[in-house]
């Protein structure tokens, strides 16, 4: 198969010209050959491999671009990458590789083409179009990589044990693309990580994470995360979800399986493309605190009793482990757990101002996604119910809005701050300046006076006197 279309661009005939130059045939392999055979077009980072030392091709392409591309050499790795064009272009040389059983880290030797195609991760990504004066176009699929992705399957090329076994954190990689390209994981493929998924110990968590964001971050995570579970590698990554797992049922009354219905929280989540990965996190810890409140109450069935504020304080650990970040992503994935369900308490007609004024308060600029997290918290099958949630959860958006149009208190400050205190009663600062200022945004808050600087200025000469200070 002549694949010429795949290589017109200026580049491909910049690099075929300097490997002929070097002697050193070249080609253009892995994801770019993958996503162009699929059919997406997209400007990606370019894999090229030399029989050779991919050092001196990246050098000797570099002659031909002005003004002169900045290459940054490897030599641990003997590769080398240039920019082109904003398109980060890699050259590495071909390599035959072979592993220590507690290291990813590859002992590393010059191989042939083969051997390169050989010991990468799956047929769809081992795919390579030759740059070579004599056969340039031609594609060298030679574990039918394009039979694969016309029929949608991941297979290793090797024997999958020894692939996976080799470079665990390939068996992330499987379930990732699977997940974003909706393939299937060929059975013996699967089969096999099932069997080495404790080798994903020795992958550092930093690259877990990455595939595992890739996943959170595709069109339907729940296929990934479901693939993640079955195939055992979950439960050492996240264990926390897996016990989420299970239906109880006692004296008649069911509660729902708390593990699907995460997962379908954060497809819902995931409807809107634009919503960040932080949120998908939100969705998939939103429950955690399921686990450890689970109660039976007589007569009135399972309870799960302030899950969200255990759930919410499992969160920095998590994150620690995971090694996610620790700063405000962390403070905004706790925080919408820890309310998530407040907006539930809230709603009907009964509900006082007061209630949504301290939610408004305590979310803040959060609060869009939490609503967010609510509906799509919405997942029974039951379409009148359904129905039914979501309009009361519209109705209580819509109380919001006007009310927060009325007395701003979202990213509420103050409208006496603690110098206003100072400056009136001619005091130094000390613990009576914070009880007013508590005692001001309380009584804004249940909306006792309104948010401005008169009202709360003569609430603060009132409650001082209290305090027995004198207005100066
Ligand atoms: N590769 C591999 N094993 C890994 C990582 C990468 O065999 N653990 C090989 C694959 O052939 C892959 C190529 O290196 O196609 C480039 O890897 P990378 O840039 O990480 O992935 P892409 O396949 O390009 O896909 P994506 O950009 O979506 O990650």
């Given at each position: 198969m002549n694949l010429s279309s795949a290589i017109h661009r200026k580049i491909f005939?910049?690099?075929?010209i300097s490997a002929q130059k070097i002697k050193q045939d070249s080609y253009v392999i892995g994801g770019y050959v993958r996503d162009y055979l699929l059919g997406k077009i997209k400007f990606k980072d370019l894999d090229i491999l030399t029989i050779g030392e991919g050092i001196r091709l990246a050098k000797e392409v570099s002659k031909y671009i002005t003004p002169d591309p900045k290459i940054r050499i490897f030599k641990r790795f003997g590769t080398a990458m240039l920019e082109y064009e904003n398109q980060k272009i890699e050259f590495v040389g071909s390599r035959k590789e072979s592993y220590h059983f507690y290291s990813r880290k590859p002992?590393?030797?010059?191989?042939?083409?083969?051997?390169?195609?050989?010991?990468?991760?799956?047929?769809?990504?081992?795919l390579a179009i030759s740059l070579n004066r004599n056969n340039y176009g031609e594609l060298i699929d030679p574990f039918g990589g394009l039979l694969d992705l016309k029929q949608k399957i991941l297979r290793t090329p090797l024997d999958a044990n020894i692939t996976y076994s080799d470079d665990p954190l390939r068996m992330m990689r499987a379930i990732r693309f699977a997940t974003q390209l909706k393939f299937v994981i060929e059975k013996y493929s699967f089969q096999s990580i099932k069997k080495n998924k404790n080798r994903i110990n020795i992958v550092s968590s930093e690259r877990i994470i990455d595939e595992f964001n890739k996943i959170l971050l595709s069109e339907k995570p729940s296929l990934g995360l479901f693939l993640l579970y079955?195939?055992?590698?979950?439960?050492?990554i996240l264990p926390e979800l897996v016990l989420l797992k299970g239906i109880k049922e006692k004296n008649g009354y069911k509660h729902k399986d708390n593990f699907y219905h995460t997962l379908q929280v954060v497809d819902n989540i995931s409807k809107e493309k634009n919503n960040s990965l932080w949120l998908r996190w939100v969705a998939l810890l939103h429950d955690i605190g399921k686990t450890h409140t689970k109660k039976f109450l007589p007569k009135i069935g399972w309870s799960f009793h302030a899950h969200e504020l255990v759930g919410s304080n499992m969160i920095p650990n998590i994150f620690q482990r995971l090694k996610l970040p620790k700063g405000s992503y962390m403070r905004y994935v706790k925080k919408i757990i820890q309310h998530s369900y407040r907006p539930i308490t809230l709603i009907g007609n009964h509900t006082k101002d007061s209630a949504i004024r301290r939610l408004l308060f305590d979310i803040g600029d959060d609060l869009e996604d939490l609503m967010k997290l609510c509906i799509a918290d919405i997942t029974t099958n039951n379409i009148e119910k359904k129905n039914k949630y979501k309009k009361n959860i519209y109705l209580l958006m819509e109380r919001i809005r006007?009310?927060?149009?009325?007395?701003?208190?979202?990213?509420?400050?103050s409208p006496i701050s603690g110098n206003d205190i100072m400056n009136t009663f001619h005091i130094n600062p000390c613990k009576k300046i914070g009880i007013i200022k508590d005692f001001v945004k309380d009584s804004i808050l249940e909306g006792k006076i309104s948010n401005d600087f008169h009202s709360a200025y003569f609430?603060?000469?009132?409650?001082?006197?209290?305090?027995?200070?004198?207005k100066k």
């Open positions: 005939h910049i690099v075929s002992i590393i030797e010059f191989g042939s083409l083969k051997d390169d195609q050989n010991r990468r991760d799956f047929t769809i990504n081992a079955k195939s055992g590698l979950l439960s050492i006007k009310l927060e149009e009325r007395d701003r208190i979202q990213n509420w400050k609430l603060m000469l009132k409650k001082g006197e209290e305090l027995g200070l004198k």
